[in-house]
């Protein structure tokens, strides 16, 4: 009885958090494969979810139809949610992201900037609820290596940021 009621209690739990969140399909990829009978043709969805208040993840969806593409692709990014800092509506401090061959720099920007990034970089930043922030994309310009580039300087600020505070006894 106590199992079900977890279950139950997870799942209601999972589609409220679901609602909260907004998605944003950064890139959709014709895929295909030749096999005996013919081609057989499937779809990859890059899919950015986030609650505009600095909980933010991406995703991957990959189907036979775009819709379902997507759907699978804002599961995946519900699921791999990570928290960044946000201060005064832009990130505390300049970072360098790379993930692969993509390198990402992000700057904080004074109020009233906007965001200033490519349409991968943005999509994180928006959702993540930045609202002025630089960034300049190098090297690669591969839509899922540049979130995850992005991804990547973003959670190294909250990591410095926790050597920072526990280095200065600060909270």
Do not use: C
Not at 12 to 31: A, D, H, L, P, S
Not at 94 to 113: C, E, N
Request: aromatic fraction near 4%.
């Amino acid at each position: 009885m106590e199992q079900i009621k977890g279950e139950i209690r997870k799942k209601i739990k999972e589609e409220i958090e679901q609602t909260t969140f907004k998605e944003k399909v950064v890139y959709i990829n014709r895929v295909g494969k030749v096999a005996k009978g013919g081609r057989k043709i499937a779809f990859n969805a890059v899919v950015v979810v986030g609650n505009g208040n600095g909980k933010v993840g991406y995703g991957l969806g990959k189907a036979p139809e775009v819709a379902e593409a997507i759907r699978k692709g804002v599961k995946i990014a519900t699921k791999n949610m990570v928290e960044i800092p946000i201060k005064d509506n832009t990130i505390p401090a300049s970072i360098t992201g790379k993930y692969v061959s993509s390198t990402i720099i992000l700057k904080p920007a004074l109020k009233g900037t906007g965001i200033i990034a490519g349409a991968p970089a943005r999509a994180i930043l928006e959702l993540a609820g930045v609202k002025d922030v630089l960034t300049k994309s190098l090297k690669s310009n591969n839509p899922l290596n540049v979130i995850k580039a992005t991804l990547n300087g973003l959670q190294k600020i909250s990591k410095n940021m926790e050597r920072y505070q526990m280095r200065t006894g600060q909270k």
